[in-house]
């Protein structure tokens, strides 16, 4: 179920009060009953550029000012994206971000680790938006980080390998925003990767507007629900 919850005042670095009640939660996952020795998973999910990754990193940013460096870390699965030549080879590339486009049996199988292996170091991919590719290795998992914060557009699809990593995760928070933020957003992404205005559009229109379709389906199985309209960096929101 959902719970939009009351928001709470924003702290000192002007986050908003749906941030700082985000923080608020996560805190509460990682402390409360349950929590126990073992590693929690906090799942983000919600459609193209409705602020998951900027809520992540705030929310891993948080944690460890609280709680004591690298507490909380970050494993986006944009980093689980086929490069640019398996799309061309799959004749993929028109409908990059869509589910078929993730190597999402990759992404379980490192979800599946970081549960379970609490004596070595993890690395975990990312997404360069100005290289368009996913790189290796950008993020740190160290053995002493409680708390994982994965986000991405399709961890509530009820299908597997996805709900093989659904069962995986402490909660589920569905991330939005009002179309027209999400909309801006895109355009201002896509612009800055290099593509022309009327490019950028037809993309949004004929591409990130069906994921996002699809993403919303999908709302109704998340825990709680986190909006990000006036997030700072609102820009930069995947």
Request: net charge negative; charged share 25%; proline share 6%.
């Amino acid at each position: 179920m959902h719970d939009e919850g009351t928001p709470t005042t924003a702290s000192a670095t002007e986050q908003s009060d749906a941030a700082a009640l985000a923080v608020t939660r996560a805190l509460a996952l990682l402390r409360g009953p349950g929590s126990g020795t073992g590693r929690t998973v906090l799942g983000l999910v919600g459609p193209p550029a409705a602020g998951k990754s900027t809520l992540a990193r705030l929310l891993v940013d948080e944690i460890n000012r609280h709680e004591g460096p690298d507490t909380a870390a970050y494993l986006p699965l944009d980093g689980f994206h086929l490069s640019n030549a398996q799309l061309d080879r799959l004749g993929l590339r028109p409908r990059k971000g869509a589910p078929e486009t993730f190597d999402a049996l990759g992404y379980l199988a490192l979800l599946e680790r970081v549960t379970a292996d609490r004596f070595h170091e993890i690395y975990a991919p990312d997404f360069d938006r100005t290289l368009d590719e996913p790189i290796a290795a950008r993020h740190l998992i160290r053995p002493h980080t409680r708390l994982i914060v994965t986000e991405g557009n399709y961890l509530a699809t009820p299908a597997t390998p996805w709900t093989d990593a659904r069962a995986l995760l402490r909660e589920l928070w569905y991330v939005d925003a009002g179309e027209r933020v999400r909309d801006a957003r895109l355009l201002a992404r896509h612009t800055a990767g290099g593509q022309d205005e009327a490019s950028a559009r037809h993309r949004i229109d004929t591409n990130d507007r069906p994921n996002a379709a699809q993403v919303e389906t999908t709302r109704t199985a998340c825990d709680w629900v986190v909006r990000t309209d006036e997030f700072a960096s609102a820009s930069r929101s995947a």
